[in-house]
């Protein structure tokens, strides 16, 4: 039987569950993952860079020697191992015992999603406001509205979250706003970096108004020249939830994250994880220990920065030499992701079909936004496709755009011509208001 199916229930869902709609992101995958079609749109890791002989090797050496306890139920927090090979790898970043960073005080969860939604479910009633970068990330998104909350963006631009924005916000919302969610390093999907000056007047000002801080910090290893700024909570302790995955330097299919929690909240979170999962996988637990313990994880990371920046340079490469007059990009120093802003007139979301038709696919600005605004900006992805495939999307987009414009200049008014280049001395800004 074909067609729609007719949805009889809708009358008896609960009233968070009625708003509910699909991500961006989500809706793009079928079409997406077609081998005739140059993928820009999602945010996969390139697992192909990974020993996978040697890990498959150890999986197999975890279940023969492990398999009575990684198979089983585990605890709730997550094993004092894994929690402890965490705090290693926060090290890195300079989150450690010195900032008050210990082993008890991490709740281990299923991927990063998990460790939003548990934060929301902890803090969020219906009708309450969170503050969160625009645009910001379409998972964290999905989390708020599906806790009833509302979302107020805060404006950035090139130096990440704009200070005073943030505390306009704060003045608006009149106490309503429970916590600022924001990814200060190499932001999904915007590509741009917080500032050393202005996470500490960030830090300044949620301290100073009493509003907690959710920082998640998926890509802060993903550097591609020097180290990252450190974390927000590196600097402060009190009142600063910190939020990671393995899902991007190691392997998102384990599905393992963490949130670096207060003290306090530590036991809290634990029991609302209980609630939903009862305990996260003891087996993935293990890979990801035994990964850690055995394997040469800090040089896996190093291999995937120079994969990433490679393919970083080709994508900008592309952009500067193909995109037509009027389109304006972000440069990231790490992650995954450019955010690029359209000539006037163009609208990412409209435009998506006819991409696709072309054989290319990315992100429409609309997905990164509460109240569905962004439709003049795209998230292009380019830690997947190789060098040649990323040239050979940004052809294919290209192409669309130049017909959309073409279209426009006929039966609406002109675009406006302005000179391409990326955000920077020497170009126009991307407009991440």
Same mark, same amino acid.
């Given at each position: 039987?074909?067609?729609?199916?007719?949805?009889?229930?809708?009358?008896?869902?609960?009233?968070?569950?009625?708003?509910?709609?699909?991500?961006?992101?989500?809706?793009?995958?079928?079409?997406?993952?077609?081998?005739?079609?140059?993928?820009?749109?999602?945010?996969?890791?390139?697992?192909?860079?990974?020993?996978?002989?040697?890990?498959?090797?150890?999986?197999?050496?975890?279940?023969?020697?492990?398999?009575?306890?990684?198979?089983?139920?585990?605890?709730?927090?997550?094993?004092?191992?894994?929690?402890?090979?965490?705090?290693?790898?926060?090290?890195?970043?300079?989150?450690?015992?010195?900032?008050?960073?210990?082993?008890?005080?991490?709740?281990?969860?299923?991927?990063?999603?998990?460790?939003?939604?548990?934060?929301?479910?902890?803090?969020?009633?219906?009708?309450?406001?969170?503050?969160?970068?625009?645009?910001?990330?379409?998972?964290?998104?999905?989390?708020?509205?599906?806790?009833?909350?509302?979302?107020?963006?805060?404006?950035?631009?090139?130096?990440?979250?704009?200070?005073?924005?943030?505390?306009?916000?704060?003045?608006?919302?009149?106490?309503?706003?429970?916590?600022?969610?924001?990814?200060?390093?190499?932001?999904?999907?915007?590509?741009?970096?917080?500032?050393?000056? #202005?996470?500490?007047?960030?830090?300044?000002?949620?301290? #100073?108004?009493?509003?907690?801080?959710?920082?998640?910090?998926?890509?802060?290893?993903?550097?591609?020249?020097?180290?990252?700024?450190?974390?927000?909570?590196?600097?402060?302790?009190?009142?600063?939830?910190?939020?990671?995955?393995?899902?991007?330097?190691?392997?998102?299919?384990?599905?393992?994250?963490?949130?670096?929690?207060?003290?306090?909240?530590?036991?809290?979170?634990?029991?609302?994880?209980?609630?939903?999962?009862?305990?996260?996988?003891?087996?993935?637990?293990?890979?990801?220990?035994?990964?850690?313990?055995?394997?040469?994880?800090?040089?896996?990371?190093?291999?995937? #920065?120079?994969?990433?920046?490679?393919?970083?340079?080709?994508?900008?490469?592309?952009?500067?030499?193909?995109?037509?007059?009027?389109?304006?990009?972000?440069?990231?120093?790490?992650?995954?992701?450019?955010?690029?802003?359209?000539?006037?007139?163009?609208?990412?979301?409209?435009?998506?079909?006819?991409?696709?038709?072309?054989?290319?696919?990315?992100?429409?600005?609309?997905?990164?936004?509460?109240?569905?605004?962004?439709?003049?900006?795209?998230?292009?992805?380019?830690?997947?496709?190789?060098?040649?495939?990323?040239?050979?999307?940004?052809? #294919?987009?290209?192409?669309?755009?130049?017909?959309?414009?073409?279209?426009?200049?006929?039966?609406?008014?002109?675009?406006?011509?302005?000179?391409?280049?990326?955000?920077?001395?020497?170009?126009?800004?991307?407009?991440?208001?």
């Amino acid at each position: 039987m074909t067609g729609t199916t007719q949805d009889d229930y809708t009358d008896r869902y609960a009233r968070r569950v009625r708003g509910m709609t699909a991500s961006e992101i989500r809706a793009l995958f079928a079409v997406a993952s077609r081998p005739e079609v140059v993928s820009l749109a999602g945010g996969s890791p390139y697992i192909a860079a990974l020993p996978l002989d040697a890990v498959g090797e150890m999986l197999a050496h975890l279940a023969a020697d492990e398999g009575t306890t990684s198979l089983q139920y585990g605890i709730g927090q997550g094993t004092p191992e894994l929690r402890e090979g965490i705090c290693e790898v926060m090290s890195l970043s300079g989150i450690d015992a010195s900032t008050g960073a210990s082993p008890d005080d991490v709740v281990v969860t299923v991927g990063g999603q998990q460790a939003l939604d548990l934060v929301a479910r902890l803090f969020l009633d219906p009708g309450d406001v969170v503050l969160a970068e625009g645009p910001t990330y379409v998972g964290a998104l999905g989390v708020f509205q599906a806790a009833q909350a509302q979302v107020r963006h805060i404006a950035m631009d090139a130096d990440g979250l704009v200070p005073a924005a943030l505390e306009e916000a704060i003045a608006e919302t009149a106490g309503r706003a429970k916590f600022l969610y924001t990814i200060p390093t190499y932001q999904n999907p915007a590509g741009v970096t917080m500032s050393e000056q #202005r996470r500490e007047q960030v830090l300044d000002i949620c301290e #100073r108004a009493g509003l907690l801080v959710v920082e998640d910090d998926p890509y802060g290893t993903l550097s591609f020249a020097g180290d990252a700024p450190r974390p927000l909570r590196a600097r402060r302790r009190d009142g600063v939830f910190y939020l990671s995955t393995f899902s991007k330097t190691f392997a998102p299919g384990l599905r393992v994250g963490w949130i670096l929690a207060p003290h306090a909240v530590r036991e809290k979170l634990v029991m609302t994880s209980e609630a939903q999962i009862l305990c996260p996988s003891a087996f993935a637990q293990a890979a990801v220990t035994r990964y850690l313990t055995t394997m040469p994880w800090r040089e896996q990371i190093k291999t995937y #920065r120079e994969i990433y920046r490679e393919r970083r340079d080709a994508l900008l490469d592309a952009l500067q030499d193909l995109m037509p007059a009027g389109t304006t990009w972000t440069r990231p120093e790490g992650g995954l992701f450019v955010w690029a802003t359209l000539p006037d007139g163009l609208d990412s979301k409209a435009m998506m079909p006819r991409a696709i038709a072309a054989r290319v696919a990315y992100v429409p600005g609309t997905g990164f936004y509460a109240d569905g605004s962004g439709a003049n900006h795209m998230r292009l992805n380019f830690s997947f496709p190789p060098p040649e495939r990323i040239r050979e999307g940004v052809r #294919r987009l290209a192409g669309v755009m130049e017909q959309e414009l073409a279209m426009r200049a006929v039966f609406g008014a002109p675009a406006l011509h302005r000179r391409r280049g990326h955000a920077g001395a020497d170009a126009p800004g991307p407009d991440l208001s």
